[in-house]
């Protein structure tokens, strides 16, 4: 009996490894494996290596394609209640956003109280959450969307709220009996244990629960969690927290990218929560902020007062054709593919998508407008590949057969984000 259970065991495991595997660490087999030609060279498994993708062995089903909604933390800070959570839940109603995806509302720190109770379990604060946290669960459930809460693989969360270290199973069980869909999971006041083992036991408590429970990882990539994390969670932070600048964004960007063979659909690497609206960063930016982490397969969490958000703020935050580059079901992270000029200041990111297509990203990261051109070679087309070429934020196509290369002028911290089409070409070998 104990061998037929290995054996059950062992079949299935190779088989979500080879159904997984066979999706994309050969990308090129996909892309240019037929009887027709996609026009991509034989660098392009290089330039998108795929060599670590994901094997979805947390196995909860979720995070098929990066999460998307909203967090309390980069506008609100401490200063959240159950209002302020419900009428965001409103408003991604109200506005579309929830229909677009954005379906999780994430409490972050400061929802509890400063102590457990006499029986050693988390209690809401009295007075900024009264109604209690299942109260909120219904309302927001109510309205077809997930509530995600926070706490911390320490003893105390950043904030000194209690942590959850030693209480995983009570927490998790809490959390579960509330309703709650999502938990963040910080990594302060963490008493200097690893947290390759402080985040499993938070895995298999939410795992037991019976709920299915999407579980992001924060431990700010301090210990390199793309190496070790996809067995734990569904996404996990790879930088410190973001702050609502030009350099912080860009930085976490590039720190991001060294980590893009890691990511695939159940586990994703998490550059921090979107900083768009909240006033820090001018259109320009706030435009490559987006695109940027859509191509990165991002969770995109908005981190704004979407109750009060300027239409600018909503048009970036609502591109349906960025938004579906970060869906995409391929689940490739685009990189940093080719860069050129002061500093390394003009940059061309691309990433695979699906139906042998590229999101390809011209970024200009000086402070003067430039031509950015991206070059077949490092997008790995063969140079004589036809191109038909959609601009995602003009929302129209631009060229219908581009060969070799295609530039454009990009402002000063500004972007271009495509969808490029190679056009195939049926090929006379077998
Ligand atoms: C840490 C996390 C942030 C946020 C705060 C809350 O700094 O990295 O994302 O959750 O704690 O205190």
Request: proline share 4%; charged share 20%.
């Amino acid at each position: 009996m104990a061998t037929m259970k290995v054996f059950v065991f062992t079949l299935i495991w190779c088989l979500l490894h080879v159904g997984i595997e066979g999706r994309v660490v050969n990308l090129l087999q996909s892309f240019d494996g037929s009887r027709i030609s996609y026009g991509f060279s034989n660098s392009f498994n290089r330039i998108f290596d795929t060599s670590k993708y994901g094997i979805l062995q947390l196995n909860n089903g979720l995070a098929q394609t990066p999460q998307m909604g909203w967090n309390s933390w980069n506008f609100f800070a401490c200063n959240i209640n159950e209002t302020v959570i419900k009428e965001t839940a409103d408003a991604l109603i109200s506005t579309g956003l929830a229909d677009l995806g954005y379906v999780y509302v994430n409490i972050d720190d400061c929802w509890s109280a400063a102590k457990r109770d006499s029986e050693g379990q988390l209690v809401p604060d009295p007075k900024t959450f009264p109604s209690g946290i299942k109260a909120l669960a219904d309302y927001i459930h109510g309205k077809g969307l997930k509530l995600g809460i926070y706490s911390d693989a320490g003893q105390f969360t950043c904030q000194v709220r209690p942590g959850s270290i030693y209480h995983e199973k009570d927490d998790a069980a809490l959390f579960a009996s509330w309703g709650v869909d999502y938990l963040k999971y910080d990594n302060c006041f963490n008493l200097g244990i690893k947290p390759q083992d402080r985040y499993p036991p938070m895995r298999d408590a939410l795992n037991a629960t019976g709920r299915t429970i999407f579980y992001s990882l924060c431990e700010w990539g301090v210990d390199d969690p793309a190496l070790w994390a996809g067995k734990v969670g569904n996404s996990w932070r790879t930088t410190d927290d973001i702050n609502d600048s030009w350099v912080s964004m860009t930085t976490i960007a590039d720190i991001n990218d060294e980590w893009a063979s890691y990511a695939g659909p159940g586990g994703w690497n998490d550059p921090d929560m979107l900083e768009v609206g909240n006033g820090g960063m001018n259109y320009q930016e706030y435009r490559s902020h987006f695109s940027i982490w859509a191509l990165m397969k991002a969770p995109l969490l908005v981190g704004c007062d979407i109750r009060n958000m300027t239409a600018e703020t909503f048009e970036i935050i609502s591109n349906k054709e960025v938004i579906a580059v970060n869906q995409d079901p391929l689940g490739v992270q685009g990189r940093k593919v080719y860069v050129s000029g002061t500093d390394d200041c003009l940059q061309v990111w691309a990433g695979p998508l699906s139906g042998h297509r590229l999101a390809v990203v011209l970024w200009n990261r000086c402070s003067k407008a430039a031509t950015i051109t991206a070059g077949w070679g490092p997008l790995g087309l063969e140079s004589g590949t036809s191109v038909s070429i959609r601009d995602l934020w003009q929302h129209k196509e631009v060229v219908g057969d581009a060969v070799a290369s295609y530039g454009a002028r990009v402002g000063a911290h500004d972007c271009q984000m495509y969808i490029f089409t190679p056009q195939t070409v049926a090929r006379s070998v077998n």
